[in-house]
């Protein structure tokens, strides 16, 4: 029951350019959108979050935008550096609270320089 | 910038046999966590402790698994009789509820044999 779904595995991208990471959602309950980044041999470290009052949010090289009718979010990073590469999970929480997130499987970000 | 300790990084052990991951949470926080991520799987959300007690758990934390904070700081999670299956890097988390995102471990790597 995939109820946050990251379709694409892998994404690569040239150093400057802008990296746009997506994600969908089915649980319409879902009010809070977290991504995460992960590298190798490290626990998820939070990034940029959304609240589903508002449909994009901003911090600094990091937006994310919410599309609540199309059930999708998107993080765009720009521009991306290679010390961006890294898996980004995308994360979703209902009831006005983190107490559980359901993560998506995660996007790997190769850029390359 | 503070951090969520995790102890051992890698633990091995036989079918079987009961085993005990560590976590050290942050000391200010109230909420903690467990998720655990199955080789190329997506990370999954196993329980939540808040004021000494289970807040929610998921289908995946049945009777084997439970969760203590035996003194003010340590966060442990125990599993009585491990399955080959439970073999995965667990995460142990931890949160203000005044701030939205967690703060993961890097994690321990339990391989069942």
């Known amino acids: 029951d995939q109820q946050v779904k990251q379709n694409s595995p892998s994404l690569s991208v040239q150093e400057g350019r802008i990296s746009i990471l997506n994600c969908d959602y089915t649980n319409s309950m879902f009010d809070y959108f977290l991504w995460y980044k992960k590298y190798p041999a490290e626990g998820p470290t939070f990034l940029i979050s959304i609240s589903s009052i508002k449909d994009k949010n901003e911090d600094g090289r990091f937006t994310v935008f919410l599309n609540k009718s199309a059930k999708h979010l998107s993080l765009h990073i720009v521009p991306s550096q290679p010390g961006d590469s890294a898996v980004y999970f995308c994360a979703a929480a209902s009831g006005g609270s983190n107490y559980k997130l359901t993560f998506g499987k995660g996007t790997l970000l190769t850029v390359n320089p | 910038e503070p951090e969520v300790t995790q102890t051992p990084s890698h633990q091995v052990t036989q079918m079987g046999q009961e085993v005990i991951l560590r976590c050290v949470p942050i000391s200010n926080h109230l909420y903690f966590y467990w998720y655990r991520q199955i080789l190329g799987q997506k990370v999954e959300f196993l329980v939540s402790?808040?004021?000494?007690?289970?807040?929610?758990k998921s289908e995946i934390f049945d009777d084997q698994f439970s969760v203590e904070r035996p003194d003010g700081s340590n966060f442990t999670l125990k599993i009585r009789s491990t399955k080959l299956e439970d073999s995965a890097m667990y995460f142990c988390a931890s949160s203000d509820p005044g701030r939205y995102g967690y703060t993961f471990g890097s994690g321990t790597r339990l391989t069942v044999v």
């Open positions: 402790f808040y004021n000494n007690e289970i807040s929610e």
